[in-house]
């Protein structure tokens, strides 16, 4: 299984909005409503941040939300800060029964 | 709280084999598919393996399959991972993780660094 593509560096300045893109096939991002998106700091374990393409846990910013138009999902933070500095990594269940992740995408706040 | 906590991994040669345990609290864990994610050094994350609530249903990745072995004890609340004939590829940072009731890891472990090296 195919990892799913994500940019490798996303910038933006704070109070700015950024989009980071998640692509795959039709056997996994195109084909469920299974995406998720995680957060990770240096020496950090992941964060759940968004499942099911668009749902926030509790808990998480509502400057943080997602959205899938065929294969390709997109992470997008709005009012960025400075604690949103890390690495994202987007997830999809595949059609392998299994869940396959991006090469994940180094936000940096400038 | 959910808690995950991870042990038993370390240094180990070429061909060599460890356990991985992972203990957890909080949550019922029977009700729950478990899944070990792994992450190399400077690397993406990667799902190694997962198993159902009974163990009924298990599955594997391609690059540890017929050398790793997942299973689970509901009584004990917890999850392990035998690892056999390890690879220098197979060092990473392990994490239990938990899956919410969909797709997705809703709870993360911090994590037992396998270090495979001769």
Sequence with gaps: QSALTQPASVSGSPGQ???????????????YKYVSWYQQ??????KLMIYDVSNRPSGVSNRFSGSKSGNTAS???SGLQAEDEGDYYCSSYTSSSTVVFGGGTKLTVL | QVQLVESGG????PG?????????????????????VRQAPGKGLECVSYISRSGSTIYYADSVKGRFTISRDNAKNSLYLQMNSLRAEDTALYYCAK??????????????LVTVSS
């Design chain 2, 16 to 36: 060599g084999s460890l356990r991985l345990s992972c203990a957890t609290s909080g949550f019922t864990f029977s009700d729950y598919y478990m899944s070990w």
């Design chain 1, 75 to 77: 992470l997008i933070i």
């Design chain 2, 10 to 13: 370390g240094l180990v040669k």
């Design chain 1, 41 to 46: 700091h240096p020496g950090k374990a992941p």
């Design chain 2, 99 to 112: 899956y919410s009731r969909g797709w997705d890891f809703d709870y993360w472990g911090q994590g037992t």
């Design chain 1, 17 to 31: 909005s950024i989009t980071i893109s998640c692509t795959g096939t039709s056997s996994d991002v195109g084909g």
